[in-house]
């Protein structure tokens, strides 16, 4: 039985994706929803850091860091000097002294002036450039990057990594408009399905009551029943087709209260197993019962759980098997959806979740879109296993305690 390639106390490191056609492995694949959204914006950015508690609470300047020890070497050269001229008279000893003195003092001075020209000021300036940067002047760029030395290279790549959040900020400019125009696309397409479908309910309902009536008026022996069984059949195909559209278009926020998760699976494994007689395909549950309460909308997540067991039953051939396993880890709940059927390929494992992406001639494509959107909701992400031949794990992970949602911060 395949499993899901995650760690049983860490629920979120990353597999590989996709492995390389040389390996053995090479039909398998693994996708998580949790790892399909673009890094979240920063905002804010031109907020003041928070102190360091690591640091200390006193500084000293780089001028004495770099004078201490140079000093402490000079006078220890003094000391051995006077050391070695305690022979001498003293009016020489004493001028001697004097002037190894002063050209101590002299050496300190020089090389406090020559390390201000050559390190303060180009951190000074550099430290500045920086809070430029800080309050979102991506013009800033250091004036010390054509030196040929180590402080030139930090400036080099200063104006280097400058130039790339230029470019950078540019291109998510770019990105957010055309995606800003496809949102307002999408909502209007919302609006047209909302409407569409509801104009479509209207006279479906009136022709399955008109077929109805019909049925119940034809004979017994009318060869005509068969083809009323087919119009329902499509009827309730129509039907289904619309109410994944409003869900889709008009989604409804979960209803979220503590109850026990296993009944709400064990209800939709229920039904999946009515589905799967007509297949001979067996559907088996093993319950966790440590599984505590936790706060779920029942009805969506049946749902789910019911949409991704159809789909099994579809993808796997007569005389199957189909194992839903719950487990509880340290802060999830676990409910995998495993089969032996046909698999998913690598290329197609990515676009699963998008809204009427579908490899099957009678499916709409919206049914893993709107799981993906109903466990996101709860918090949650869906994780995806498969091997080409060999079969497919849906993995749905849920938090045992729901996060307090926090507000966005503009």
């Known amino acids: 039985m395949p499993e899901v390639a995650r760690d049983k106390n860490t629920v979120h490191s990353l597999p590989e994706a996709n492995p390389p056609a ?19 914006r920063l905002e804010n950015s031109s907020r003041e850091l928070a102190p360091d508690p690591e640091l200390p609470w006193f500084r000293i300047n780089w001028e004495i860091k770099a004078l201490v020890p140079i000093a402490f070497v000079l006078l220890g050269g003094m ?43 180009p951190m000074v300036e550099l430290q500045q450039k920086i809070a430029q940067l800080g309050s979102g002047d991506l013009t800033a760029s250091v004036s010390f990057a054509h030196r040929n030395d180590e402080i030139g290279d930090l400036g080099r790549n200063f104006n280097q990594m400058v130039q790339q959040l230029r470019e950078s900020r540019v291109e998510i400019e770019r990105l957010h408009r055309t995606q800003m125009s496809r949102a307002e696309h999408f909502a ?17 309902a009136g022709i399955a009551g008109v077929i109805e009536i019909i049925s119940r008026d034809l004979p017994s022996t ?27 278009a008009r989604p409804h926020p979960p209803k979220v209260g503590k109850s026990d998760l296993n009944t709400t699976v064990e209800h939709a494994v229920m039904l999946g197993r009515q589905q799967g007689l007509s297949k001979g395909i067996e559907i088996a549950l093993h319950k966790d019962p440590s599984l505590p309460e936790i706060e779920h909308d029942s009805d969506q997540i049946h749902q789910v759980l019911l949409n991704l067991l159809l789909n099994s039953i579809q993808a796997t051939d007569q005389g199957g098997k189909i194992v839903v ?35 099957k001639g009678e499916g709409t494509g919206l049914g893993l879109s709107l799981a993906r959107r109903i466990v996101e909701e709860h918090q949650g992400r869906i994780d995806v296993t498969s091997t080409v031949g060999e079969g497919t794990t849906f993995a749905v992970v849920l938090p045992l305690q729901r996060a307090a949602m926090q507000p966005v911060i503009s």
């Open 79 to 121: 000391l051995l000097f006077l050391l070695a001229t305690l022979s001498w008279r003293d009016p020489e000893r004493h001028m001697v002294l004097l002037v190894a003195g002063v050209g101590a003092v002299a050496i300190c001075g020089a090389l406090l002036v020559v390390l201000t020209y050559t390190v303060q000021r």
């Open 325 to 359: 396993t719950m487990e509880r880890q340290p802060s999830t709940a676990v409910i995998e959806v495993t089969d032996n059927g046909r698999g998913i390929t690598p290329e197609h494992l990515p676009n699963i979740f998008r809204p009427f992406f579908t490899t």
């Open 222 to 248: 009318s060869p005509a029943r068969a083809v009323v069984k087919d119009v329902r059949q499509e009827i309730n195909r129509i039907n289904h087709i619309v109410t994944d559209l409003l869900h889709t």
């Open 22 to 40: 040389d390996t053995p492995q090479s039909r398998k694949s693994f996708y998580s929803t949790e790892y399909s959204h673009p890094a979240p």
């Open 188 to 204: 209007t397409l919302g609006e047209m399905a909302t409407g569409l479908a509801h104009e479509i309910r209207n006279p479906l």
